[in-house]
């Protein structure tokens, strides 16, 4: 006899989303991803000045604002024909590199880790330590008034089997805190050329306004120091550990087998993380007019499928057979995986030396294998290579700067034209298409990281990547769905801007 495990809402994500599976003989046969909000970001623009989308679209997100803030800006150039100055893209990199490197330390110690620490064993814990002293204090709380604090996230969870006795309990909850500092650091390297963050003030249409100020640099560069020694010496770890205590999640949550990257980091002509897919096994370069997005089981009545220069927003509620106001994007009309574990692959077999060391020295740290890397540890293990390796590749474009050489190109606005701005966010592929029409905007259309991992089905009834990580999954007798939430949150959703 079947049953239904339903998690709703996902907690720790950002954005609303409610994952129903159906179990049948201790396996999910099959899952449905559901987000359920509607925002609008994309109707917003229509009529407003080019100038603006690249305010606007940082909004839909907070964590990964400069992500769309950098994809907006290459969509207005790319439909006026305008060619950003050298330092001002040198400056994108290392604005958004530090919101990657915040995003992938929130996601591990603040977001996921969670799911795989006995909370409560911390009491166990003897000794003086104010870290400990501190965490025993809120834990203690927490398991005396069994309900949430507002200082200590770390309880409810979700019953399961839960390591006892491990270091790795104490570890994972001391470096919750001081990724809490880290993180800081990280906002403050993206603050010191954005202005401000979240919401960056100073990415526009030609580069970056702020200019190249030495002093400013080497501030950067010390705070980088910083960040880059927590995700080698304690991150990495934390991930190997995780590793070796849950081994049989390096064969759980596998997903689509199809892996999507628009290429990120723009140095010269090419992208540091480069472009393509892998399907099956093989690499081909991208071809951007593949990219579509159905609706048959999302509510829009917009024509489906349809390619993002000519996208609609019709929402529509109430439309059978619709469970979810994400779109389904697809590729040639397959589902992708788009994210770290897709930008690896996708670089490893485009024949990034850089990219096939850190894969190969991860694979023999963590006993991953290229053919389990698809799972929720190789996730988890992907998103620390690539922090390990930007961190690194930072110092280069720091390097690279001219003070005293201009950082923005000027802007000329054209009455007409249309355009695509196409990278990658920390959770994946994301691209934003414009129309511009007697000067101002006509057409606006996002397609976002979340949206393509946590689609519903397509026209053809082809399940999500997310989905199909479920479908398969075993499940203990008595599970409440916690091997449903490692798995989802191995792909880091984030659903305000997967619907935006
Ligand atoms: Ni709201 Fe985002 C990233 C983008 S995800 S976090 O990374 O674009 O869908
Ligand atoms: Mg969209």
């Not at 999507?260 to 480069?274: I, K, M, P, Q, R």
């Not at 991953?368 to 390990?388: C, F, I, K, Q």
Request: glycine letters at 10%; hydrophobic letters at 40%; charged letters at 20%.
């Amino acid at each position: 006899m079947g049953k239904k495990i339903i998690l709703d809402p996902i907690t720790r994500i950002e954005g609303h989303l409610r994952i129903d599976t159906s179990v049948d003989n201790g396996e999910v046969v099959e899952a449905w991803s559901k987000g359920e909000m509607f925002r609008g970001f994309e109707a917003m623009l229509v009529g407003r000045d080019p100038l603006d989308a690249p305010v606007i679209t940082q909004r839909i997100c907070g964590v990964c604002p400069v992500s769309h803030a950098v994809a907006s800006v290459k969509n207005i150039e790319s439909a006026i024909g305008l060619v950003p100055a050298a330092n001002g893209v040198l400056l994108r990199n290392l604005i958004l590199g530090a919101n990657y490197l915040q995003s992938h330390i929130l996601h591990f110690y603040h977001l996921a880790a969670l799911d795989f620490v006995n909370v409560e064993d911390i009491l166990a814990y003897d000794g003086n330590d104010p870290i400990l002293l501190e965490l025993k204090s809120w834990v203690g709380q927490e398991v005396r008034s069994n309900k949430i604090l507002p200082a200590a996230p770390f309880l409810p969870k979700l019953d399961g089997p839960y390591p006892t006795g491990n270091p790795w309990n104490l570890s994972a909850l001391s470096h919750y805190l001081e990724a809490l500092h880290i993180r800081k650091e990280a906002h403050k390297m993206a603050a010191l050329f954005g202005g401000k963050i979240p919401h960056v003030m100073t990415i526009v249409p030609g580069g970056v306004t702020c200019g190249v100020d030495p002093e400013t640099v080497e501030d950067f560069r010390m705070r980088l120091v910083t960040v880059r020694r927590f995700i080698d010496e304690v991150y990495l770890k934390d991930v190997l550990a995780a590793a070796a205590l849950f081994p049989e999640y390096a064969a759980i949550g596998r997903g689509v087998g199809n892996y999507l990257s628009y290429g990120v980091f723009d140095e010269g002509n090419a992208t540091w993380l480069g472009a393509g897919t892998v399907i099956s096994g093989r690499y081909e370069p991208l071809d951007a007019g593949r990219i579509t997005e159905a609706v048959a089981a999302s509510h829009y009545a917009d024509r489906s499928p349809l390619h993002p220069s000519q996208g609609e927003i019709k929402p529509q509620t109430g439309k059978a057979d619709a469970y979810s106001w994400l779109k389904a994007p697809r590729y040639g009309g397959q589902a992708m995986e788009v994210g770290p574990l897709a930008r690896m692959i996708v670089s490893y077999h485009a024949g990034n030396p850089e990219v096939q060391k850190g894969v190969n020295s991860l694979l023999s740290l963590s006993g991953l294998t290229m053919e389990n890397l698809p799972s929720v540890l190789g996730r988890h293990a992907a998103r620390v290579l690539e922090a390990s390796l930007l961190a690194g590749r930072m110092e280069k474009w720091l390097n690279a700067l001219e003070p005293g050489r201009p950082s923005v190109a000027p802007y000329v606005a054209r009455a007409s034209g249309s355009g695509q701005g196409l990278m990658e966010a920390p959770r994946g592929a994301l691209g934003h298409w414009v129309t511009i029409e007697n000067n101002k905007i006509a057409r606006y259309q996002c397609v976002v990281p979340s949206t393509w991992n946590f689609s519903p089905r397509d026209d053809a009834g082809i399940p999500g990547p997310v989905e199909q990580a479920l479908i398969g999954t075993r499940l203990p007798e008595d599970s409440k769905g916690l091997e449903v939430a490692r798995i989802v949150r191995s792909f880091d959703p984030c659903i305000a801007c997967a619907v935006h």
